[in-house]
Nanobody, 115 residues
Framework: QVQLVESGGGLVQAGGSLRLSCAAS????????MAWYRQAPGNQRELVAA??????TYADSVKGRFTISRDNAKNTVYLQMNSLKPEDTGVYFC??????????WGQGTQVTVSS
């Protein structure tokens, strides 16, 4: 089973930036899918950004502001969040799906954007 450790959340003013990190550990030969999801109070968990060998995908609401990247040597995925808005507030979860294995969720990290 893959373990995930997230970091980088916090409180920031609107227009500010944060960088989230998610490091995967365990028996990992390769990783097919790495992504960030978020969940605001009262809302369902939604995909923010994903990265695979085929490229990246972003939610329309974050395009041009957020950038997802990965370091394969470190089995780590990052989410650079710029020009943050109050509506970006929520708990951010990373999701990692290794090749031929079950996926795992991170524990979640709170991001709060004040207006």
């Amino acid at each position: 089973q893959v373990q995930l450790v997230e970091s980088g959340g916090g409180l920031v003013q609107a227009g500010g930036s944060l960088r989230l990190s998610c490091a995967a550990s365990g028996i990992i030969f390769s990783i097919d899918y790495m992504a960030w999801y978020r969940q605001a109070p009262g809302n369902q968990r939604e995909l923010v950004a994903a990265i695979t060998s085929g490229g990246t995908t972003y939610a329309d609401s974050v395009k041009g502001r957020f950038t997802i990247s990965r370091d394969n040597a470190k089995n780590t995925v990052y989410l650079q969040m710029n020009s943050l808005k109050p509506e970006d507030t929520g708990v951010y979860f990373c999701r990692v799906v290794p090749t031929a294995a079950f996926g795992s969720w991170g524990q979640g990290t709170q991001v709060t954007v004040s207006s």
